[in-house]
Nanobody, 115 residues
Framework: QVQLVESGGGLVQPGGSLRLSCAAS????????LGWYRQALGKQRELVAA???????NYADSVKGRFTISRDNARNTVYLQMNSLKPEDTAVYYC?????????WGQGTQVTVSS
């Protein structure tokens, strides 16, 4: 069992930055593949960024060059550094941990990009 708790969301102006954190507890963190997803109002949840247990990363085309995912296994934490934020980045951001057949989600944190 893994518990995930996101933090770091909030209101930011276009062009600004935020860093999301997701703290995990309850299991061996380093073996999980981790991801950040987001869901905007009225839209489906989508993958933003992912990092494997080995440290390989991939990003949605819409955030490449602006967002960076990283993990600190010693702190059981995964991060999402978001730069050059745009209004279309507004969404609830969710942390995810996967290791087949296990699949865990956090409760989400709201990110609003608006002037």
């Amino acid at each position: 069992q893994v518990q995930l708790v996101e933090s770091g969301g909030g209101l930011v102006q276009p062009g600004g930055s935020l860093r999301l954190s997701c703290a995990a507890s309850g299991s061996i963190f380093s073996i999980y593949n981790l991801g950040w997803y987001r869901q905007a109002l009225g839209k489906q949840r989508e993958l933003v960024a992912a990092i494997t247990s080995g440290g390989n990363t991939n990003y949605a085309d819409s955030v490449k060059g602006r967002f960076t995912i990283s993990r600190d296994n010693a702190r059981n934490t995964v991060y999402l550094q978001m730069n050059s934020l745009k209004p279309e980045d507004t969404a609830v951001y969710y942390c995810n941990a996967k290791r087949f057949p296990l699949d865990y989600w956090g409760q989400g944190t709201q990110v609003t990009v608006s002037s």
